[in-house]
Each structure stands twice: as C-alpha cells, then as structure tokens.
C-alpha cells in the first residue's frame, strides 16, 4: 500500500504534464474510436509486460487493475503508432527479449518456466540493470499515462483512472473530428488557430 500511495501522489502531483495535450480537445463522451486489429506482440512477450505491469502496478482493492485502465492496449498502440519514434518502439521490444535472455542466463529456463519467487528475482536483477531501469521508467510511463489518457482511446475505461485520482479532465475533450491521429495529419495545414473551435 506504500508504493500505491507513492505512485497516486506522484501521478496527482505532476504526471499530467508528460501526457500530450491533446488529451483535452472536446466537450462531453463520444464513441470510442474503432480498435486497431493489429497485435504488435507475440504471446510470451506479452506474457512478459503483462507480469511486470502487474508487479510495478499491483491489483490493490479500491484502486483500478491494468484490465480496468487498459494498460496492454496502450502498450500496444504505442508500438504500432506510425508516429511514434520508430528506435523507441525497437528498443521497448528489444527489452523483452533483454528479459527473455536474463532468465536463462540466471537460471537456464524461459520466463514461461520460472516460479514466482525465480519471476520476482529476475525483475530484481533487471531493474538494477541500465537497460532494465530505462525499459521499467518506459512501462511505468505507458501505464500512467493509461490512467490519464481520455477513454476515446480505449484507455482509462470508464474513467477508472480519473475516478480513482479525483481528476478533472481538460475541456474541451477530443472527439471523432480532433483527436490525436486527426490533429497529426492535419500538421502539414498551414493554418494559424486562434481559437479552441478551429480544431
């Protein structure tokens, strides 16, 4: 519960301002916009991330899970996003393979093969890695900012993640005419906006 209270006063005190602006482009809910078909990831290495977010964000009574905040999916996103700096991408996968090699160095298994206790040891011996502190600072950024993202984007469901830090999204809020992927291909319009309403 120490490290859940740290985390909630560290996201309410200043993680805001990591999260693009565009999280706040319009008024009121829309629809969500329709879900990506691709998945970037094969089955053992999301394996993987899934067991690390739920060791550095843990299921705690009262707080939402990474299944109620969406975490994987924005993951997932973040890795099929054209926009997204291409050597970022690599190197979060990159990461997971970093992993996968720690686990049979340290214990000549698979991460699928590990107990618990051997799971725990190996993130241990990560996260004390240079590698390891850059990859787990990525996966903890990708998860706050799932509990900050507006749920157009099939994150922060159900405003799990505003209800549980009593946050007061921007307004306006984005919508099916100015979201990210609308405003990034409108970047090339040589137009000056003076106004909210021109977006």
């Known amino acids: 519960m120490k490290r859940r209270d740290f985390l909630k006063n560290l996201l309410a005190a200043g993680i805001v301002i990591q999260i693009p602006w565009y999280i706040s482009c319009q008024s009121g809910k829309e629809k969500p916009l329709p879900l990506p078909q691709n998945e970037v990831l094969d089955t053992s290495q999301k394996e993987i991330v899934i067991y690390f977010l739920k060791n550095f964000f843990p299921d705690v009574p009262g707080s939402p899970s ?24 690599k190197y979060f996968i990159n990461g997971i393979q970093w992993i996968k090699e720690s ?3 340290n214990f000549n298994k698979d991460f699928v093969e590990l107990s618990q206790n051997e799971k725990r040891e190996l993130i241990k011996k990560v996260i004390e890695t240079g590698w390891g502190t850059n990859w ?3 996966l903890l950024t990708l998860t706050f900012e799932s509990l900050l993202l507006d749920p157009l984007y099939y994150i922060n469901l159900d405003e799990a993640g505003w ?21 990034l291909a409108r970047k090339k319009e040589d137009i000056i906006i003076t106004d909210l309403s021109q977006l």
């Not at 975490?71 to 991408?89: A, G, M, R």
């Not at 209800?163 to 405003?183: A, E, F, I, V």
Request: proline share 10%; no cysteine.
């Open 66 to 89: 990474i299944e109620d905040l969406n975490t994987y999916y924005h993951i997932n996103s973040f890795l099929s996003d054209p926009n997204v700096d291409p050597d970022e991408q």
């Open 103 to 105: 686990a049979n160095e």
């Open 136 to 138: 787990s600072s990525k």
């Open 163 to 183: 209800k549980w830090l009593h946050h007061q999204p921007g307004s306006p809020r984005p919508g099916s005419h100015n979201h990210y992927k609308k405003l």
